[in-house]
């Protein structure tokens, strides 16, 4: 995720987020990429939602986490 991360992490300093908020940030993304184990940039709006019914249904994460 080394490319998609740094322009993430350039993101978030730039928008002034906390360095807590940008570690969180960051590790979401890990883990939206490590569930389908391929890099960020060939993943698509279908994948996008195959993740949030994962977070609902399995995970049953708070909206908070979910949003």
């Given amino acids: ?6 322009l ?4 978030m300093q ?4 906390s360095e807590n908020t ?3 940030y960051l590790g ?5 990429v490590g569930f389908f184990m ?5 993943l698509g709006l279908e994948d996008i939602h195959r993740y ?6 399995v995970e ?3 909206w908070g986490v979910f949003n």
Avoid at 8 to 11: A, D, I, R, Y
Avoid at 38 to 42: F, V
Avoid at 52 to 57: D, G
């Fill in 52 to 57: 949030q019914v994962h977070l609902a249904q």
């Fill in 14 to 17: 730039i928008r002034g987020f």
């Fill in 38 to 42: 391929r890099p960020p940039d060939e």
């Fill in 22 to 24: 940008q570690k969180v």
């Fill in 28 to 32: 979401r993304m890990g883990q939206f």
């Fill in 1 to 6: 995720m080394g490319k998609c991360r740094d």
């Fill in 8 to 11: 993430m992490l350039q993101e």
């Fill in 60 to 62: 049953a994460v708070s």
